[in-house]
């Protein structure tokens, strides 16, 4: 490939997955395009629940706040009657479902990314992939002609029909449900007592969320209602609810009505070379639980971090490699609750669903239980440690780490995740001797260190936590580890920690090679370009 790259990054896609990772890139200080083949932003709510854990990552950046002024606040879920999840006992700044519009989102993701020195072309859309050991090469096109657009990396943010994993050669494998759903934006004019109500039965299944100004996102289907072209009719839609709800809910004035298909599929493989994927490019489940955005921006910051220290040459050899080994795990299990989920709610059998109606509300009327429950669907209990390893602290490698109020030597006290605006690691000395914190000095401005001045409950037992740029703990070392009053032996465990995770000491290398085993070339048939690269749109 002759072309050299004209920005270290292309993120194909401007939703809220490619708009969070062109942030995540933008605040590591790497030059990054964002490609996007609609000429002008949807103006469709689709997807409208941001969870606690979601909000918290975007806490991470400073993103959170005008989220949460925009959105609505839902503080509980009602997944059948008699059983309810009460969101306000969750231990997160963001205790609640933020129901807010996709479009909403994408509009301040977009507007930080722009901020932040993020190109943005719309009408741009790639036709063509060519990949080697160096970069990649997009072949574009819009209304004015076509182009070539090359890169140290791409990253897929496409979506379902992903172009970037078609021409990358990324298998898709799954199943689509023998059912069509309908989704509404509609006004009720009886609407049911519940914030998030969750009602099936019978073969149905019914979601109702109100998101303000009037307007209720409802989702129903049924299995005796097979996929159609036929346009969705108001009628249609109040006979459905009015058998889901047992009384007619009265819609009206809907902004919007249409049928879609729900799919449960999951990539072979999130990055092949110097192309990766995310968002529902990489995976796609049923919709059930309103987990797929929270999803997709959720590996836009765990994917972020390490492009930049890969593209910036710092990174570990299996640094790059980790994004599909942790984000991996986490798609499939969200597809297999959903699938589960989505099954049991369709059943035609009466007896199974009065089972389930009995099961979760005897389940859910225990605190503990409910707790559980809240934090499982918010992704508070997602996390990469391995499992059965604890070393006697309540936190561990691998772990969210929550965010505290970190009492700071010599500052006033500060929340953790205001710590972590600049997407660096930051590194929390506990100690008296603030050995750790001056340790990190050899890794220049890839570590920040803050030296704590006074007890931290939430880290009782802890001596030195090394925070990862998307909020997990990296490493951690307690005051009772063998060999830890050895100034000698807690210096070179601090220095293998560092190594691990922020490479070697000093200015950080020149980029090179991709790792062995990624880097076959991928090529996919191109058009020669009619025009130079089109302007900045």
Same mark, same amino acid.
């Given at each position: 490939?002759?072309?050299?790259?004209?920005?270290?990054?292309?993120?194909?896609?401007?939703? #809220?997955?490619?708009?969070?990772?062109?942030?995540?890139?933008?605040?590591?200080?790497?030059?990054?395009?964002?490609?996007?083949?609609?000429?002008?932003?949807?103006?469709?709510?689709?997807?409208?629940?941001?969870?606690?854990?979601?909000?918290?990552?975007?806490?991470?950046?400073?993103?959170?706040?005008?989220?949460?002024?925009?959105?609505?606040?839902?503080?509980?879920?009602?997944?059948?009657?008699?059983?309810?999840?009460?969101?306000?006992?969750?231990?997160?700044?963001?205790?609640?479902?933020?129901?807010? #519009?996709?479009?909403?989102?994408?509009?301040?993701?977009?507007?930080?990314?722009?901020?932040?020195?993020?190109?943005?072309?719309?009408?741009?859309?790639?036709?063509?992939?060519?990949?080697?050991?160096?970069?990649?090469?997009?072949?574009?096109?819009?209304?004015?002609?076509?182009?070539?657009?090359?890169?140290?990396?791409?990253?897929?943010?496409?979506?379902?029909?992903?172009?970037?994993?078609?021409?990358?050669?990324?298998?898709?494998?799954?199943?689509?449900?023998?059912?069509? #759903?309908?989704?509404?934006?509609?006004?009720?004019?009886?609407?049911?007592?519940?914030?998030?109500?969750?009602?099936?039965?019978?073969?149905?299944?019914?979601?109702?969320?109100?998101?303000?100004?009037?307007?209720?996102?409802?989702?129903?289907?049924?299995?005796?209602?097979?996929?159609?072209?036929?346009?969705?009719?108001?009628?249609?839609?109040?006979?459905?609810?009015?058998?889901?709800?047992?009384?007619? #809910?009265?819609?009206?004035?809907?902004?919007?009505?249409?049928?879609?298909?729900?799919?449960?599929?999951?990539?072979?493989?999130?990055?092949?070379?110097?192309?990766?994927?995310?968002?529902?490019?990489?995976?796609?489940?049923?919709?059930?639980?309103?987990?797929?955005?929270?999803?997709?921006?959720?590996?836009?910051?765990?994917?972020?971090?390490?492009?930049?220290?890969?593209?910036?040459?710092?990174?570990?050899?299996?640094?790059?490699?980790?994004?599909?080994?942790?984000?991996?795990?986490?798609?499939?299990?969200?597809?297999?609750?959903?699938?589960?989920?989505?099954?049991?709610?369709?059943?035609?059998?009466?007896?199974?669903?009065?089972?389930?109606?009995?099961?979760?509300?005897?389940?859910?009327?225990?605190?503990?239980?409910?707790?559980?429950?809240?934090?499982?669907?918010?992704?508070?209990?997602?996390?990469?440690?391995?499992?059965?390893?604890?070393?006697?602290?309540?936190?561990?490698?691998?772990?969210?780490?929550?965010?505290?109020?970190?009492?700071?030597?010599?500052?006033?006290?500060?929340?953790?995740?205001?710590?972590?605006?600049?997407?660096?690691?930051?590194?929390?000395?506990?100690?008296?001797?603030?050995?750790?914190?001056?340790?990190?000095?050899?890794?220049?401005?890839?570590?920040?260190?803050?030296?704590?001045?006074?007890?931290?409950?939430?880290?009782?037992?802890?001596?030195?936590?090394?925070?990862?740029?998307?909020?997990?703990?990296?490493?951690?070392?307690?005051?009772?580890?063998?060999?830890?009053?050895?100034?000698?032996?807690?210096?070179?465990?601090?220095?293998?920690?560092?190594?691990?995770?922020?490479?070697?000491?000093?200015?950080?290398?020149?980029?090179?090679?991709?790792?062995?085993?990624?880097?076959?070339?991928?090529?996919?048939?191109?058009?020669?370009?009619?025009?130079?690269?089109?302007?900045?749109?």
């Amino acid at each position: 490939m002759a072309v050299a790259p004209e920005q270290s990054v292309i993120v194909v896609g401007a939703g #809220p997955t490619g708009l969070a990772l062109a942030c995540e890139l933008a605040t590591a200080g790497v030059s990054c395009t964002v490609l996007e083949r609609r000429l002008t932003p949807s103006g469709q709510s689709r997807a409208m629940g941001l969870y606690s854990r979601t909000m918290e990552v975007l806490d991470l950046r400073g993103h959170a706040d005008a989220l949460a002024a925009l959105g609505r606040p839902v503080g509980r879920m009602v997944p059948a009657r008699g059983a309810m999840v009460d969101f306000a006992e969750l231990d997160s700044r963001f205790p609640y479902l933020n129901v807010i #519009p996709q479009s909403r989102t994408e509009e301040v993701l977009q507007q930080r990314a722009l901020g932040l020195g993020v190109t943005v072309e719309r009408e741009a859309e790639v036709f063509g992939l060519e990949q080697d050991g160096s970069g990649v090469t997009l072949q574009v096109r819009s209304g004015a002609g076509e182009w070539e657009e090359s890169a140290d990396f791409v990253v897929g943010c496409d979506g379902a029909h992903s172009v970037v994993r078609e021409l990358s050669g990324i298998g898709f494998r799954g199943h689509t449900y023998d059912i069509a #759903p309908i989704l509404a934006d509609v006004r009720l004019r009886k609407p049911p007592p519940d914030d998030l109500l969750l009602l099936s039965g019978g073969g149905g299944v019914m979601v109702s969320v109100p998101y303000g100004g009037g307007l209720y996102r409802i989702a129903v289907a049924r299995r005796d209602r097979p996929w159609t072209r036929d346009p969705v009719t108001l009628e249609e839609l109040g006979a459905l609810l009015t058998r889901a709800l047992g009384f007619d #809910p009265e819609p009206y004035a809907p902004e919007w009505l249409a049928r879609f298909k729900i799919h449960q599929r999951i990539a072979d493989q999130y990055r092949t070379g110097r192309v990766l994927l995310a968002g529902d490019a990489a995976h796609l489940h049923s919709p059930l639980g309103g987990q797929g955005l929270n999803l997709g921006i959720q590996d836009a910051v765990n994917l972020g971090w390490k492009l930049a220290a890969e593209v910036q040459g710092w990174a570990p050899a299996d640094l790059l490699d980790s994004y599909e080994t942790e984000r991996r795990p986490q798609a499939e299990r969200i597809l297999q609750t959903t699938d589960r989920a989505t099954r049991l709610a369709t059943t035609t059998s009466a007896a199974l669903t009065a089972l389930r109606r009995t099961a979760l509300a005897k389940a859910l009327s225990h605190r503990r239980i409910q707790r559980f429950v809240g934090e499982s669907i918010s992704g508070l209990r997602a996390d990469y440690a391995r499992r059965g390893v604890r070393g006697g602290l309540r936190m561990r490698a691998g772990q969210r780490v929550p965010d505290l109020t970190v009492p700071r030597a010599g500052a006033a006290p500060v929340r953790l995740y205001e710590l972590m605006r600049d997407g660096r690691f930051l590194l929390l000395d506990l100690s008296d001797d603030g050995r750790a914190a001056a340790l990190t000095e050899a890794w220049g401005s890839r570590v920040s260190p803050v030296r704590v001045g006074g007890p931290l409950p939430e880290l009782t037992g802890v001596r030195t936590l090394l925070v990862r740029p998307d909020g997990y703990a990296a490493w951690v070392a307690g005051e009772e580890e063998p060999g830890g009053r050895d100034e000698r032996v807690r210096d070179e465990r601090v220095r293998d920690a560092l190594h691990r995770w922020c490479g070697v000491e000093g200015p950080a290398p020149q980029p090179g090679p991709v790792a062995a085993g990624h880097a076959g070339p991928v090529t996919a048939p191109v058009s020669e370009p009619e025009s130079a690269r089109a302007e900045q749109r």
